[in-house]
């Protein structure tokens, strides 16, 4: 364990980290629709969904090690379900908090429902969105280093290894790399956050 | 062209709408006017089938509003939101041709309509298109959200209390772009305001509701003649004056309240109801109330003595107007008469007051003065 299994580990790390957010942006946004459109279901729903959050990360993964084994689903299902939280949360909150005054005038206007949702209320809802995804690409950074746990690898293999040796240098080579990925990886979702918020909401003053 | 038949609504027990029966003819501007609560904006809503009657039928050029499908129906019906709703995410010309798109129009077609529109507001398309609402001030919103209403020229448009957040000088400028575009473009206009004078200034047909129900529906003209209800009287408060001299009636000069008397009624309570009120002479009439004539003190001095009731000594001389007259002749009457008063007439030959100088002049200060 050194400098040469380094760029390895933050690969992995990164993977890990990817695919869950991908997994997490995929089942949040549909579930946070889904659970937009149904007001009465998601008053029960949401609850139930922030009470789970609170499992710690590290319950959750040997839970889950206990059903589906040492290997990488076991930490891509785990990684996947934390990442959706706050983007389901985040979408959400962004569709209900859409003013009434556009979805009635998107009705007026002849718009389907579907079309309604695909070209006013996301849009609308976009910058609250994608603050779920940068919240959730950063946490997903730190609990990747749970992978290690089960075996994995990982930037979690170097913290790990550093606490059962006591070795400082070997925890922070692993967790200075992971603080750099999670700024970056946050810095990109800002670019995002530029790119896909559409222009009439980005001076502030009308908008959700 | 639009006709509601026997419309009702009710949120739980609460009766929004009542029994609501009404026909507007194409290419009119009518305007719904009423109290805070009477269902304006409900009724409004019904016409593009946001919110469905309990009861009755909604009928667009003879056809049952339901048998459409709803939102091939809205992109048929322009719809301008009392809050005037542009989309922020969308430029002024994507808000313009939202129900174009909708309706899958060529780009080329959208630019145009975006561009002649845009035009017909003074608001030239270079300088605006691209922008997006929040960089527009109020009234520009607001024209856009009309404009957005006009886009696919539906033959019916609905607007919403559109310019009641505006202030007097914008308000009153967007008033006549929007009478003169209806006129130009032929539509029906379905308008929400609770602003009298805005219903008078627009308005073909004003329709004045309360409580979920109509309680008139009139030209402005008339309404402001014969207003059906102390309500409407109140609506219209001080434009009730405002009506051009030419208009003006008999009714509107005349006093009323006036003395009446029987004609069976005998010599002494005459002259004694005369002392009262110190006049000298009473009007007659029949039992059912209709006008017999006048009797005078002075004839009443020469032959009261030989009558018992007033009946033989009733004079048909003093001149009468109907109640509807053109009050311009009524006053040219009574100064080539020389009659102290006029009698004024209704349909059915009762008494419905006197014209005297002095309430002519009252009226004539009230009308200049207010
Ligand atoms: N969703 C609802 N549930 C229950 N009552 C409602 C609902 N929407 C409207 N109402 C009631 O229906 C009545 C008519 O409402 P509407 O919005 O049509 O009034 P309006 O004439 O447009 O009033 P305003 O001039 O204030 O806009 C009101 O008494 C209102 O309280
Ligand atoms: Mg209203």
Known sequence: MGWSTLPLALAQHLMFTLASVAIGLVLGVSLGIALSRRPKLSGVVLPILSVFNTIPGIVFVGLLLLVLGMQPVTVLVALGIYATFPILKNTYAGLVSVDQQYIEAAKGCGMSPRQCLLRVELPLAMPTIIGGLRMSTVYTVSWAVLAAMIGQGGLGDFIYAGISSNDNGLILMGAIPAAILAFILGSLVDLLQKLAVPKGLRKGGSGV | ?370
Not at chain 2, 65 to 93: C, E, S
Not at chain 2, 231 to 258: C, N, Y
Not at chain 2, 277 to 302: C, E, F, K, P
């Open chain 2, 1 to 370: 062209m639009l006709r509601f038949e026997h419309v009702s609504l009710s949120y739980g027990s609460q009766k929004i709408l009542d029994d609501l029966s009404f026909e507007i003819q194409e290419g009119q501007m009518a305007v719904l006017i009423g109290p805070s609560g009477c269902g304006k904006t409900t009724t409004l809503k019904m016409i593009n089938r946001l919110i469905e009657p309990d009861q009755g039928k909604i009928y667009l050029n003879g056809e049952d509003i339901t048998a459409k499908d709803k939102v091939d129906l809205r992109r048929h019906i322009g719809y301008v939101i009392q809050q005037i709703g542009l989309f922020p995410n969308m430029t002024v010309a994507q808000n313009i041709c939202v129900v174009p798109t909708l309706l899958k129009y060529s780009k080329e077609e959208c630019d145009r309509i975006a561009r002649s529109l845009l035009e017909m507001v003074g608001l030239p398309y270079e300088q605006y298109a691209h922008k997006y609402p929040s960089e527009m001030s109020g009234g520009q919103q607001q024209r856009i959200g009309i404009l957005r209403a006009l886009a696919a020229s539906p033959p019916i448009v609905l607007m919403d209390e559109p310019f009641s957040a505006l202030d007097p000088m914008t308000r009153r400028s967007l008033q006549q772009e929007v009478r003169s575009l209806q006129q130009k473009l032929n539509k029906t206009f379905v308008f929400v305001t609770h602003d009298m004078e805005e219903a008078l200034d627009l308005a073909d047909v004003i329709i004045f509701m309360d409580r979920g129900k109509i309680v008139q529906m009139a030209p402005p003209e008339e309404m402001l003649s014969h207003p059906a209800s102390g309500q409407i009287q109140d609506f219209l408060g001080k434009f009730i004056h405002a009506q051009s001299p030419k208009e003006l009636t008999a009714a509107d000069f005349m006093r009323t309240g006036v003395l009446t008397v029987a004609a069976g009624r005998g010599i002494n309570e005459c002259v004694s109801k005369m002392q009262r009120r110190n006049v000298d002479t009473l009007i007659v009439v029949d039992d059912q109330g209709r006008y017999q004539g006048t009797v005078s003190i002075a004839d009443i001095r020469l032959t009261g003595h030989v009558v018992k009731t007033i009946e033989p000594l009733v004079r048909c001389s003093n001149p009468t107007v109907q109640a509807g007259d053109n009050a311009k002749d009524c006053f040219d009457l009574l100064i080539s008469s020389g009659a102290s008063y006029l009698v004024v007439l209704d349909d059915e030959g009762k008494v419905d007051g006197i014209i005297t100088k002095t309430s002519m002049a009252s009226a004539m200060a009230e009308q200049l003065w207010g």
